[in-house]
């Protein structure tokens, strides 16, 4: 199902390991030379402002083909010569990411605007083909370019490792599930947030069965985006404000308070112990991601009960804040410093960056003016040969 050549791909992963020994001086930068010859890789681009510039040359070679191919359309007004051509557009796409693969383009740039491409313009010319009016776009129509995009988006990642793509289908089968209950399934819209709390709770264990019976690597990446997604959309399907707040827009009708939702308390509860669940396992388990996806859902729970109950000022209410979030991580810093392993605050030998401190000294020296040392100049006129007290003198005193 891979296009790829695996061994290369194993190349890649080798390659990458070995650059994270050097960042955390295992070994040296010789020997990471040396790996780097004698492993052939697949031609892929690390740094993301490059890979963003060949993005946008993709996006423009794209466009241009398809627009060269749209110019032998001229006069033609038929609607179903129109969604024949985005149909070739989308033909288009599927080829060229075929050819880049070929040539060896992995997570390049170029190979990404293809693959995008393809799956937009095949999700617009499926629904097209449905819809007999642009101005009346019916379920059937957009729940079609759903199924497409999410089956689409799907065996584009299992054949060509595309990470948006995997995140795509995740997005894109979420969205077509929650259209479904809400559009065809009675009282749908008021078992939404628990389809979408199962559907999370069955992706995550999948997902992890998928990781502990992983073989080969390629696709641990995916499964581990498709793990954290479901945590996130875990907690986003019981958050107070998100239940209350989407409800109120799909029904429609009010403007400035939304009304209440059914079992309030639940949703309530929920907001806050999903976030204190997540940073605990994270601790325990020593899980970064969990611990960051823990960290923002309580930041969020702080803001979902702040939209509807003030019970303090914002200014009095953030000072509050801040002293206990100085005494947590003032205690924290103190139990933790010496800890050799599990959770400790000792530099991670495998991210052992320096930005945090050249960050710091950039701060100290625009705050206190400090200038870079100058070495004053030498003066013309030389002094010399006094014992005491006379520049120039040649006596003695």
Request: one cysteine or more.
């Amino acid at each position: 199902m891979i296009v790829y050549d695996k061994n290369l791909l194993k190349n890649i992963f080798l390659v990458n390991e070995a650059e994270n020994l050097q960042k955390a001086n295992f070994i040296t930068k010789e020997q990471l030379d040396t790996v780097s010859k004698e492993l052939p890789v697949l031609k892929s681009q690390d740094n993301i402002l490059i890979r963003i510039g060949f993005f946008l040359l993709g996006v423009f070679l794209y466009s241009s083909i398809c627009g060269t191919i749209s110019l032998l359309g001229i006069g033609a007004s038929s609607n179903d010569f129109f969604i024949a051509l985005i149909y070739l557009f989308a033909i288009v796409g599927f080829v060229g990411t075929e050819l880049l693969a070929q040539q060896k383009y992995y997570r390049y740039g170029l190979d990404d605007a293809f693959v995008l491409g393809a799956q937009l313009t095949l999700a617009i010319a499926v629904a097209m083909t449905f819809t007999t009016s642009i101005l009346r776009i019916s379920n059937a129509d957009v729940l079609s370019s759903m199924i497409t995009v999410t089956v689409v988006s799907f065996f584009m990642y299992l054949r060509y490792l595309h990470l948006s793509s995997a995140l795509i289908f995740c997005l894109a089968s979420t969205t077509t599930l929650g259209f479904v209950f809400f559009n065809y399934i009675e009282l749908g819209s008021v078992i939404l947030p628990f389809v979408f709390m199962l559907y999370a709770i069955g992706m995550y264990c999948s997902s992890k069965v998928l990781l502990k019976n992983l073989k080969e690597p390629f696709y641990y990446n995916g499964i581990l985006l498709m793990k954290n997604f479901s945590k996130v959309l875990f907690y986003l399907s019981g958050n107070y404000f998100v239940v209350r707040e989407f409800s109120a827009s799909l029904s429609g009708g009010y403007y400035e308070i939304s009304p209440e939702i059914p079992f309030s308390m639940f949703f309530w509860i929920f907001t806050f112990i999903v976030p204190v669940l997540y940073l605990f396992f994270g601790l325990r388990n020593k899980d970064r991601v969990l611990l960051w996806i823990g960290f923002l859902s309580f930041c969020f729970s702080i803001f979902t009960f702040r939209t509807y109950h003030h019970v303090l000022p914002t200014e009095v209410a953030l000072t509050f804040g801040g002293l206990l979030l100085f005494a947590f991580t003032y205690f924290a810093i103190r139990k933790i410093r010496e800890n050799e392993k599990g959770v400790t605050f000792k530099s991670d030998r495998f991210d052992n960056s320096n930005s945090l401190l050249n960050a710091e000294a950039l701060i100290i020296a625009s705050t206190f003016g400090m200038k870079p040392e100058v070495k004053p100049e030498e003066s013309p006129m030389e002094f010399g040969g006094g014992d005491f007290s006379g520049g120039g003198s040649g006596g003695s005193f």
